[in-house]
């Protein structure tokens, strides 16, 4: 039994990327063997393979000189950048320098071309003064943008917009009714354009999800996906932000507007596909009915995972990675009514 995916993923007008399937498998041939050398080896509440992969590749694609990244923790994400990008400036902000966890016991890496705007350094990216940290002629246009800070994702789009960023990823763009943001996921999830659910207990919808549950932990069931008032919407009708620890409600039709504000400004959006079948790897967090096809899911072709083997665990984590590119001319509007949003209900302090 299957749930088919009806999330949204946007119109025919949302330009395709330029990479299709044989780009990511000789990308995931060249990745892997670079992955089994990475220093971190277990990166526990952080990027595993999947996410890993998705990273690196779109950094090779996109070839930016300047890379900015939200959220850092023992440094993981700046090595797979640093691997696809040898000569890029990095900018990594985090609260706490990757130095700090090496109490955990599980490594760190510290990258000698990176500016670490961390500890007493440390300010939320949407309060950074770019102008003290990017050259002049600096193409913002060019720069590349990675989220894993677990902030509303609407909230994240419109502060790098406003600072002329175009080229976004997002780590965790969790599924509808899952996760500690409100994600880009959610967002493109709703009724009017061909998504949206069903909240009756007793619909086949439920039945299914009750099931999935059963087998896949990351798995949304009737009861997680919506509140007693039958609100579906975000996470039961709510928005969330700062790690889940804010969130508030929102109605269906501000809702369905945060997505045509969305749609308004997105140029494209591409999410990263599991890069093998769950009956190959074995994992059992992510449902598979709500992905896109896997790259691999042929027996056969699963040597291409040799140097690295089917550790289950590297397989675990995978959340629907998005790249998403702005348009270039995008109206002042955006920001002023997503941001009137997240003040009116979120607050706009970040507390880590």
Not at 49 to 67: N, T, Y
Not at 106 to 133: I, P, Q
Not at 165 to 184: A, P, R
Request: proline share 3%.
């Amino acid at each position: 039994m299957s749930l088919k995916i009806d999330h949204l993923i946007l119109d025919s007008s949302t330009k395709q990327v330029e990479w299709g399937e044989a780009h990511l498998l000789a990308g995931l041939h060249e990745f892997l063997s670079t992955y089994s050398k990475r220093p971190i080896k277990r990166n526990v509440l952080g990027m595993r393979l999947d996410h890993s992969f998705g990273l690196w590749f779109l950094a090779r694609q996109l070839e930016p000189e300047i890379i900015i990244e939200s959220g850092g923790l023992r440094g993981h994400t700046t090595w797979v950048l640093r691997q696809a990008m040898p000569d890029a400036r990095i900018i990594s902000i985090s609260p706490e320098h990757p130095l700090s966890h090496l109490e955990d016991g599980l490594g760190a890496y510290v990258d000698s071309n990176c500016e670490y705007l961390t500890g007493e350094k440390f300010v939320d990216f949407g309060y950074v003064r770019w102008d003290r940290h990017l050259q002049q002629d600096a193409d913002r246009r060019k720069i590349l943008v990675l989220f894993d800070d677990h902030q509303n994702h609407l909230k994240r789009v419109s502060q790098a917009s406003r600072a002329g960023f175009k080229h976004l990823v997002f780590n965790d763009n969790c599924d509808t009714g899952h996760g500690d943001q409100y994600s880009l996921r959610q967002v493109c999830d709703q009724v009017s354009n061909g998504g949206g659910h069903t909240c009756s207990r007793n619909s086949q919808e439920a039945r299914t999800r009750n099931l999935r549950k059963k087998m896949w932990e990351n798995a949304v069931n009737i009861s997680d996906l919506c509140s007693r008032g039958g609100a579906w919407w975000g996470k039961q009708g709510r928005a969330y932000d700062n790690f889940g620890k804010t969130n508030a409600p929102i109605s269906y039709e501000q809702h369905v507007k945060n997505f045509h504000l969305l749609e308004s400004i997105l140029d494209t959006y591409w999410e990263l596909p599991p890069l093998a079948a769950a009956y190959l790897t074995r994992q059992t967090t992510f449902d598979p009915a709500r992905t896109s096809w896997p790259l691999v899911f042929n027996l056969k072709d699963t040597s291409i995972f040799s140097k690295i083997g089917f550790d289950k665990w590297l397989f675990n984590a995978y959340a629907y990675m998005v790249y998403a590119r702005l348009k270039n001319d995008i109206p002042s509007e955006f920001q002023l009514e997503i941001e009137q949003e997240w003040v009116d209900n979120l607050g706009t302090d970040p507390k880590y």
